[in-house]
């Protein structure tokens, strides 16, 4: 028996009172066009397009624009010496050969600021996230975090109200999946902070180039590594006994780079490079930093980071005269001090460093 239209509707532009073949085949082919990426209406900023008027775009030329506005880091200041361009060159070479790269070193030696810097050369757009105790698989990997809901109420003869509610997850790709499927480079800092499972989703990224997404089904579970992903982990030797100890299986997995606070000469520069202070002044601070660095424990070494602080306090407190150069190295170096005992413990350091140094000198 044939169906024949009594009421050619179409409700919301969709056909109704369909025959059963009818119906598959629109089916058939509204997933036929699910699978295909449509072109899609955005303003784009560009010279030819000052008023950034809409234009159709591919999906494919959105990304691309998304890779350049928004994952290609600027490293700001970024200072190279030989002993910068050895470990640089190092890292290079590990990713080139197609292996994970681990950074492992103190507390603001510049682990992060090499991550990014390295990163950058690589060529590829970058995506980071922070390793944090909270961090979950989902967080690395994504998952259906947006619902679009349809409601479609129809109430064509007076009597009759047929209603349709749908609510279609959505699934939305984290750094990680990102990463791999495009071949971008990622940047996970801290990442022994994260509780060793979350990481779990590695181990086969990294072993059979495989990224598998546990809560989705089918083929679309599986992701192949693009040849371009690398990926860069940083974490802190001086925590690495009190938090999660990274499983070993993952460690086996990468090349472990240690990176110690630079010598005197680049940590000089940097300082230079960030606060603008002479080259006199910043060997001095630095100076001054190495000898409490020496003579305090692991965890309350000041890095390059308090020697930056320093000169960019003298700079800005120039003309101050009631701040000398010994309150602000106490100031910036007692952001570790748990007690009045180990304030004047401090600063007694300080001033016992500073006479040492001037004797020197
Ligand atoms: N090669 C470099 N050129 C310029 N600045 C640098 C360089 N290396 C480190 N720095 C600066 O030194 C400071 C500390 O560096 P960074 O944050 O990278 O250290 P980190 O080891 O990641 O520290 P943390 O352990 O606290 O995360 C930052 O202000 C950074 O800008
Ligand atoms: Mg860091």
Redesign the pocket.
Known sequence: MRYIEAHPRRVRGEAIHMTAAEKRASEISSIGAADMEPDIQVRIRTPANRDGNYEMISMEAKRQAIEEAYLTPEVK????TPE?IEIETRMKLWLQAGYPVHLI??????????AA?VAHEMGRPVVWINGDEAVTTNDLIGGYSQMQSESVRDNYIHNVFKSKDVTKMEWVDNPLTLACKYGYTLIYN?FSRTKPAANNILLSVFEEGILELPTKFGEDRYVKVHPDFNAIF?S?SVEYAGIHRPQDALLDRMVGIYTDY?GCE?EAR?VE??SGISQEKAERIVSVVRAIREKLPDAQKP???AC?MIATGMRALNGHGNINFEQLCTDVIANKTSSPADMVAKKKLIQDCMTQLAQLA
Not at 77 to 80: E, W
Not at 105 to 114: D, E, F, H, I, V
């Open positions: 200041h970024f200072i190279k910068v070193g103190p507390t603001g030696c510049g682990k992060t600021s090499l810097h801290e940083t802190n630079y680049t940097i490079e960030h890095g390059t980071r930056i």
